[in-house]
């Protein structure tokens, strides 16, 4: 690998690991929340950044395989 994958796939990890603290913050607000509609909000945003986490984590598989 050239040092331009390399970048790319540090930077992605780097995005990866935001998510992660992003999405563990909101999972233990999940655990205080006791509004149906404060759970719900919750869990679309714990979705979103799941989605999100995979994509770039597939992104990275690419770069890492090719």
């Known amino acids: 690998m050239d040092t331009v994958t390399d970048d790319k796939i540090r930077s992605l990890k780097e995005k990866i690991a935001q998510l992660l603290v992003k ?3 909101r999972h233990d607000e999940l655990e205080l929340a006791v509004e149906e509609w404060d ?3 919750i869990n ?3 979705e979103e ?3 999100e986490i995979n994509k770039l984590k ?3 598989h690419q770069l890492e395989v090719a």
């Open 23 to 25: 999405y563990r913050a």
């Open 39 to 41: 759970i719900g909000e």
């Open 44 to 46: 679309v945003a714990l």
């Open 49 to 51: 950044y799941n989605r």
């Open 58 to 60: 597939k992104q990275v």
